[in-house]
Structure formats: structure tokens, C-alpha cells
């Protein structure tokens, strides 16, 4: 128990049992399906539930911390193949 709780203070965090914002929905509850926006070809309309939270907009942590690990993975992925694509780039362009 500690003495710096007040139960009318705004900022304390009371949502017992809830984690921070789903990191993949930024705790909306939904997100863009992939096809998106006007052309969408899936039955959702261009959004659909958050596969992180399942639209509950606040996600299990240790799923959210998995997510923004494979995220992670996944830049990295991404910066080796564009940093392996300027190389070539620029072997090619020194003409
Ligand atoms: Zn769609
Ligand atoms: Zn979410």
C-alpha cells in the first residue's frame, strides 16, 4: 500500500488487469485489412478487428511485446535489403 494513491486523481492508472494501448492498433480496436480503403475485395470494409487485441483496443503484454519484437525483426529485414539494394545502386551507377 502505498500513501501516494488518491483515488480523484486523473492520472493514476486504475484499469486493473489492463496493459498500455494495443501497439498495433493504438488501442482503436481496429486496423486497416490489408487490402484497405475503397477497394477493399475481404467482407470488412476496409477495417477489421485487431488481430493483437481482437478490438478490445488494449492488448495482452506479453502479445504486444511480441508483436513489436517480430516488428523489430521485420525493420531490420527491411534496412539490410535497402542497404543491399543501394549497394547495388550505386556499383551500377558510377558510370
Ligand atoms: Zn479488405
Ligand atoms: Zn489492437
Do not use: T
Not at 5 to 27: I, L, S
Amino acid at each position: 500500500m502505498s500513501d501516494d494513491y488518491d483515488p480523484f486523481d486523473d492520472d493514476y492508472y486504475d484499469d486493473d488487469g489492463e496493459g498500455p494501448p494495443c501497439p498495433r492498433c493504438d488501442g482503436d480496436g481496429i486496423v486497416n485489412c490489408y487490402c484497405g480503403g475503397d477497394q477493399c475485395y475481404c467482407e470488412n470494409h476496409g477495417e477489421k478487428d485487431c488481430p493483437l487485441c481482437y478490438g478490445e483496443g488494449v492488448a495482452d503484454p506479453a502479445r504486444a511485446e511480441k508483436y513489436l519484437e517480430s516488428e523489430r525483426e521485420m525493420m531490420a529485414v527491411m534496412r539490410k535489403a535497402w542497404k543491399e539494394a543501394e549497394a547495388k545502386d550505386k556499383e551500377r551507377g558510377d558510370d
